[in-house]
């Protein structure tokens, strides 16, 4: 499918504050992939919007670095909200780093197959959480839970935070036309078989 998000905009034609945010987009998008990308791009349409969407993006990519969350449980996430809201593109471009990041390839493979019950118990702790976030099903009692597995409410509302954004990413990459559709189930395959290179990601991703 091809994305119906509009082309970025001109930069030459953007004053002000506009110009800051498209500049401060880029900046960050340079960083992380080399490129300026078609979702970010779009979003600039918008940019005090794209700028602020980036800008949070940045503060939950951020939590390993902030001491809220590792980068592993970070896109533990992706993997969960990828599937379960059929973005594949999401799911394919995030794998090679949920693994580089230490997420377990068997892990993935479960939450693909939606079989929680071989996952570790922390692992079912954090899908659980994610799923009920997912769901509006979230109790007190899950919340306390991960309140107690974070070490606190700091790393708990973290956490959470980050679960919303990347649902409402996800949605709306989906909505502009970007990679819907069931995650590939098969790429983890190398991944559980000892065939794929694991690349470390970029030290910037992760920012």
């Not at 918008?46 to 670095?65: D, E, F, K, Y």
């Not at 980068?71 to 599937?83: F, G, K, P």
Request: negative net charge.
């Amino acid at each position: 499918m091809t994305p119906w998000m509009p082309e970025p905009p001109d930069p030459a034609a953007l004053r002000g504050d506009d110009r800051a945010a498209y500049d401060a987009v880029l900046e960050r998008e340079l960083r992380k992939y080399g490129s300026l990308g078609g979702y970010f791009g779009g979003l600039l349409n918008a940019p005090s919007v794209g700028g602020a969407l980036s800008q949070l993006g940045h503060v939950v990519r951020s939590g390993a670095s902030a001491g809220f969350y590792t980068n592993a449980e970070r896109e533990l996430i992706d993997m969960v909200v990828s599937v379960e809201l059929d973005q594949a593109a999401v799911f394919a471009g995030h794998l090679p780093d949920a693994i580089a990041y230490g997420l377990r390839p068997e892990a993935v493979d479960a939450i693909c197959r939606r079989d929680y019950d071989v996952l570790t118990g922390d692992e079912r702790l954090l899908v659980d959480y994610v799923l009920a976030v997912l769901r509006g099903t979230v109790t007190e009692t899950q919340f306390e839970a991960i309140t107690d597995r974070f070490g606190g409410p700091r790393g708990a509302v973290a956490y959470t935070v980050a679960i919303g954004f990347l649902i409402m990413t996800m949605r709306l990459m989906s909505a502009f036309g970007f990679g819907p559709g069931p995650a590939d189930s098969s790429l983890v395959q190398p991944y559980l078989d000892g065939t794929a290179e694991i690349v470390p990601p970029p030290e910037g991703r992760a920012s």
